[in-house]
């Protein structure tokens, strides 16, 4: 009975102290602890960095300019004067061509859906597939003339089908530049012709920027990869003019193109080993040099430099004060970053996860991060993240815990 009425006093102590502090048992208000430990993998992360490790050797090319990147993260392997603003010839599709894709993904548009050619259309010279006033194709089948053949005409009848008239058309591919951050671009046509024009150009960044965001698109590699197909029933053949896709391994786009003014130009990527690269050219002096040079740029990047990923992964979990649960599971985010490829297996992951988390704890909130690291250097980090909620206790529900513990002595 003496130890009952002690279990008694003890709880009405427990719960003076609790109201005197405010009930700091939910009063944490984000202020949670943290704790740090190092290992090789066991809880998840997000985003990329750059990481070059020893210094990259002397590398240029005949070209006016050129630009190496890896696809997804946008890291630069190589750079030769890549801001410069140059005519890029029939390289314009690339925004023509996503701007066709992102009202198609959108719903917009339905790829069996005739597209009918105008007579302006059918007009345009240069590369084209010779269509005439009023002949009809499938959106599909244009997109194959534009993206394969390098078709002019096809080019414009898509765009007067997307905007109604290719002067609109041109006005949101200059709204798209400002919006990808391509500071050194300006459309006048969506074909590249330059015979007119007077204020058409575009740098090697900025392709290699307008290449990514195409890319995100998988049916255009399904196109571009293409070396052959046709229209018309079988009656026209179609030949990519990126001979890239015949005879480099893993290539399987994207544009290339050619004038007078512009020399031969290409944005041609390639995917090994799970890494994409973009290897763009602009100015080269014959088509075979421009070929070349984005082989040699493609090798440099496949032959040097690696993927490396850690993937999204659940596991591990954190404590949670004045929660219905007392603990809350974890999730990593995934990783991903560009490394040397003799430094790819040095990685090393540091985890810095919060000691205790205060509720009420939202799925997707941050817990912690995940660093990754080669020696001294950083590659970059993701989140560690609540894989759950934990909603915040009572005070009903901790005044009846308290109560069981108090008369249970445990």
């Known amino acids: 009975m003496k130890k009952q009425f002690l279990r008694i006093i003890s709880f009405f102590v427990m719960l003076i102290m609790c109201l005197g502090t405010g009930l700091s048992v939910f009063a944490e208000n984000g202020q949670n602890g943290v ?15 750059d990481y070059t490790g020893a210094d990259t050797p002397e590398f240029t090319v005949s070209a006016k300019a050129a ?156 196109y571009s990869s293409l070396w052959q197909d046709s229209i018309r029933d079988g009656q026209f053949v179609l030949t990519n003019t990126n001979r890239l896709v015949r005879f480099y391994s893993g290539c399987d786009g994207l544009k290339t193109g050619s004038t007078a003014k512009a020399g031969y130009c290409v944005s041609a990527t390639a995917e090994r080993d799970g890494m994409r690269l973009i290897a763009v050219v602009m100015g080269a002096d014959t088509r075979d040099e421009r070929n070349k040079i984005a082989r040699e740029l493609l090798d440099y990047g496949f032959s040097g430099y690696a993927l490396y990923t850690s993937p999204e992964s659940s596991g591990g979990s954190v404590a949670v004060r004045g929660g219905i649960k007392d603990s809350c599971l974890l999730v990593k985010n995934g990783f991903s970053a560009i490394v040397p490829r003799a430094d790819k297996g040095k990685v090393e992951v540091k985890y810095t996860v919060e000691e205790y988390a205060a509720s009420p704890v939202h799925k997707g909130d941050k817990l912690g991060k995940a660093e990754y690291f080669i020696g001294d250097t950083k590659l970059g980090e993701s989140d560690i993240v609540a894989a759950e909620d934990v909603l915040r206790m009572e005070f009903s529900e901790m005044w009846l815990r308290m109560l069981r513990r108090v008369i249970s002595g445990k």
Not at 35 to 49: L, N, W
Not at 109 to 138: H, I, N
Not at 185 to 208: M, R, W
């Open 67 to 222: 630009y190496l990147c890896e696809a997804t993260s946008g890291r630069v392997i190589f750079s030769q004067n890549e801001d410069e603003q140059l005519i890029p010839a029939s390289v314009t599709k690339v925004m023509t061509l996503l701007l066709v894709m992102e009202a198609i993904e959108a719903g917009n548009l339905s790829l069996d859906t005739k597209v009918s050619v105008s007579a302006y259309a059918a007009s345009m010279g240069g590369s084209q597939v010779f269509l005439k006033e009023g002949e009809e194709l499938t959106l599909e089948e244009m997109l194959k003339c534009a993206v394969i053949a390098s078709a002019n005409d096809a080019s414009v009848a898509l765009a007067e089908f997307v905007a109604g008239s290719e002067s609109v058309f041109v006005a949101r591919m200059n709204e798209r530049a400002k919006e990808l951050g391509m500071e050194n671009t300006n459309f006048e046509n969506v074909t590249g012709l330059d015979d007119t024009t007077e204020n058409h150009y575009t740098s090697a960044e900025d392709i290699a920027i307008m290449s990514r965001e195409l890319l995100k698109h998988k049916k255009i590699t399904e």
């Open 35 to 49: 704790a740090e430990y190092s290992g090789t993998e066991s809880i998840p992360t997000s985003g990329s960095e």
